[in-house]
């Protein structure tokens, strides 16, 4: 019998994701469990006996159980982790596609994978060290601060919740003006004028926007994404397109990356879901570290 550690984040999903479900499912399934609640401060406790850790959360508890483990001495055992994908975007678990019902997915991890997965490490600034999505500028940055003033009671549930960044997305691409950005990739000069520029690990970014559908967060490459004026009516198509539950494929310029430095002509820049001020023009180099983390995907995942 599999002996697992359930990371919960008791805020995210609904009841059939309470504590006492998800032990029970475990355990009906064939897993000796031990639960630890994100909430409660003593979760980074984790037990050296386990087989592989479980993140049940979206990509927010994700990221602070990677940050956890990457804090880790080197000495210090680690674990493959599973996803039990509750949040809002998931944008991590698509990227992985792990998909089906909580049930099909705790079962698929009698026969899972184990992936090697990249992390960006993030040099000159100070209030983050590492991304597991995507580090960018522009236009998403602008669409999270945009986020912070909508009133939660108008997006009770993650569908809307999407539906609503989808909707403020399509207007802002209109108003907003594109910046300088000085770019240098694995050497290469790409420096220019864009509506964002976004440094990617993962297929998707945001409201579940397919920025990079063939990236592969395994591949010990990022993908950047470049999105110039003249692209402004192709963007806002797709995400009208994606408002009225139309998912289709779309190619933006894309650029592939090991060692980038970057500077942006503004004050704001994201690292996966969190809004880091910077000083104006401020240069930050990200270089890849490949295969840091491990993640448990479904058999014969591609």
């Known amino acids: 019998m599999k002996f697992v550690n359930l990371l919960h984040n ?55 159980i990677t940050k956890h483990l990457l804090e880790r001495k080197l000495s210090e055992k680690t674990w493959p982790i599973a996803l039990l994908p509750l ?18 997915i705790i079962q698929s991890w009698h026969k899972a994978e184990v992936k090697k997965f990249d992390v960006g490490r993030i040099h000159n600034l100070p209030d983050a060290k590492f991304f597991l999505e995507s580090f960018g500028y522009g236009l998403f940055p602008y669409l999270m601060r945009k986020m912070r003033k909508v009133d939660k009671k108008d997006i009770a549930t993650p569908e809307k919740e999407l539906q609503t960044a989808l909707e ?11 910046r300088h950005c000085e770019l ?45 004026e003249r692209d402004k009516e192709k963007l806002a198509s797709y995400v009208s ?10 190619t933006f310029y894309q650029l592939k990356a090991r060692d980038i430095k970057i500077s942006w002509d503004g004050t704001h820049v994201h690292v996966d879901d969190e809004i880091v001020k910077l000083e104006k023009d401020e240069k930050i180099s990200i270089e890849l570290r490949e295969g840091l983390l491990e993640f448990l995907v479904p058999e014969n995942h591609n």
């Not at 403020?168 to 594109?178: A, D, G, K, R, T």
């Not at 920025?211 to 993908?223: A, I, M, R, T």
């Not at 397109?241 to 779309?250: R, S, T």
């Open 168 to 178: 403020i997305l399509h207007e802002i691409i209109f108003s907003y003006e594109p």
């Open 241 to 250: 397109k994606k408002i009225n539950g139309l998912q289709e494929p779309y």
């Open 184 to 228: 240098k990739v694995d050497g290469v000069d790409h420096s220019g004028k864009f509506l964002l520029a976004e440094i990617m690990n993962t297929r998707l970014i945001g409201p579940n926007l397919f920025l990079s559908p063939h990236g592969d967060p395994g591949d010990g490459q990022f993908e950047i994404i470049l999105i110039p």
């Open 87 to 104: 949040g809002t975007a998931n944008n991590i678990a698509q990227t992985l596609e792990i998909n089906g019902t909580t049930e099909e």
């Open 10 to 64: 008791p805020d995210a999903g609904n009841e059939d994701h309470a504590k006492e479900e998800l032990v029970s499912l475990l355990e009906e399934n064939g897993f000796e469990c031990r639960y630890s609640s994100m909430n409660k401060k003593n979760w980074k406790k984790l037990d050296e006996g386990v087989d592989f850790i479980i993140s049940a959360g979206g990509d927010g508890t994700i990221r602070k």
